[in-house]
């Protein structure tokens, strides 16, 4: 067992943060304070080869692993924080499974815009009634001679305020089975965006709204029966939360010990008194062990998918580790931390979300406990028999 990086990996890595450094590393700041998405970082990372890392080069990509994927979000979180929102963007996020799923027609008319930069795509998921509940969505597709006539809304969807083209989960029949998904592009009739509201990370999302919206049948990407695929592409997303949640604890931390080691109180610098010491000791045990469960999910998946247990293991050993010692880097900063003039702060609202988005760590740990016992446990309230 070799727990270093291939000559390659190191390489890859220093390449990504020598670009982020440069060309990122001057605005990050400002750019973690803008809720919108930051199309120019996109640009500027397509030419550098960081989107669709893990797509075949048939496909616009790169050919390269998810682990390539999960070494980029590191290295680029290391110096902008919200910068590493665009690698999720072009790696991890809807366009992943998209582009797992997609025919040729639906990846020749968007994949390379997406590719480029130029558009975002967004993932509606979520409704009002149906969050950790998620097979409970009730967004209708009903067949319509060669269209689908969508009904319903969806909320809390990422990047929604500037996408073009969306992933949105339907219902095409009753059950689990009957759940697949589409794509529909802003401005098709039937299909309005709400005004924007805002996370606590001051990330912007709308509502979305399909009234009687008629898309045609090629816009289907997964018919019934698509759930369980859809799933299976979104442990990759998982992943892109995870590694952005340990990236943003490590941001903290690094700040943290950089401060500790200059700051002076009582004569003396915070990083002499065993009281922080013993802080950034256990921050740093938090770190290096979720950073291990990351990388094992990433590697096994190598070019493929990610298996559901190893993803929800990470994801929430991540989701704490990143937000328990971006907490603990604001507070061994004092005022300074829990201030706009570094990005600790951005660090430890953003990774609080994380922890929610994605499913949540306890719905992750529903899932853990099933592979613990070999036994599925339906969260379902159970309907009495007749009697
Ligand atoms: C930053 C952020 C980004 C997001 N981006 C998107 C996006 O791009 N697209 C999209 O569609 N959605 C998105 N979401 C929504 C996200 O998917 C939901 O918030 C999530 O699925 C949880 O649903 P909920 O918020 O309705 O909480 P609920 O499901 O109402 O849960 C409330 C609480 O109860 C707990 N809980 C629920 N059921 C159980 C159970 N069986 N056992 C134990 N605990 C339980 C939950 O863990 C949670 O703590 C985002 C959310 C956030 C915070």
């Not at 270093?4 to 304070?33: C, I, N, S, Y």
């Not at 996020?93 to 008319?109: D, L, N, V």
């Not at 996408?163 to 589409?182: C, D, E, H, K, T």
């Amino acid at each position: 067992m070799n727990f270093d990086f291939t000559a390659e990996q190191k390489q890859f890595a220093e390449t990504v943060r020598r670009f982020t450094r440069e060309q990122l590393a001057p605005g990050a700041l400002k750019r973690a304070h803008d809720p919108r998405f930051p199309f120019d970082v996109a640009e500027l990372m397509a030419k550098q080869g960081l989107m669709g890392i893990t797509l075949p080069e048939s496909d616009g990509g790169q050919g390269g692993t998810l682990m390539d994927a999960v070494i980029a979000i590191e290295q680029v979180a290391a110096e902008c924080p919200r910068s590493a929102d665009v690698v999720q963007f072009g790696n991890f996020g809807p366009i992943r499974t998209f582009a797992e799923y997609g025919t040729e027609t639906q990846k020749s008319r968007w994949l390379s815009e997406l590719l480029a930069g130029r558009m975002v795509m967004s993932l509606g998921m979520t409704e009002r009634d149906a969050g950790s509940a998620l097979t409970d969505l009730k967004t209708s597709a009903r067949a319509d001679g060669t269209h689908y006539v969508l009904n319903n809304s969806k909320v809390f969807s990422t990047f929604s305020p500037d996408a073009q083209i969306f992933l949105v989960y339907v219902r095409f029949g009753p059950g689990p089975s009957g759940i697949g998904s589409v794509l529909i592009e802003r401005g098709t009739p039937g299909f309005s965006i709400g005004s924007p509201s805002a996370f606590v990370s001051d990330e912007e999302w709308c509502e979305l709204h399909f009234k009687d919206c008629r898309i045609p049948g090629e816009n289907v990407l997964l018919g019934p029966g698509g759930f369980k695929k859809q799933m299976a592409g979104f442990n990759v997303e998982r992943l892109g939360n995870t590694a952005r949640s340990l990236a943003c604890g490590r941001y903290a931390f690094n700040a943290a010990r950089d401060y500790a080691a200059k700051r002076e109180q009582f004569g003396r610098p915070l990083c002499e008194f065993q009281g922080l010491q013993w802080k950034f000791a256990d921050m740093a045990i938090k770190l290096d062990g979720a950073q291990l469960l990351l990388y094992r999910a990433a590697a096994n998946a190598d070019r493929g998918l990610p298996s559901a247990y190893e993803t929800a293991v990470a994801k929430a050993a991540c989701n704490q580790a990143g937000f328990e010692v971006a907490s603990e880097a604001v507070q061994i900063m004092g005022a300074l931390g829990y201030s706009r003039e570094t990005l600790v702060e951005y660090c430890m609202r953003r990774t609080r979300g994380w922890m929610i988005a994605g499913g949540s760590i306890e719905m992750l740990k529903n899932r853990i406990a099933e592979h613990v016992f070999d036994r599925r446990f339906d969260q379902r309230k159970r309907v009495a028999a007749a009697e």
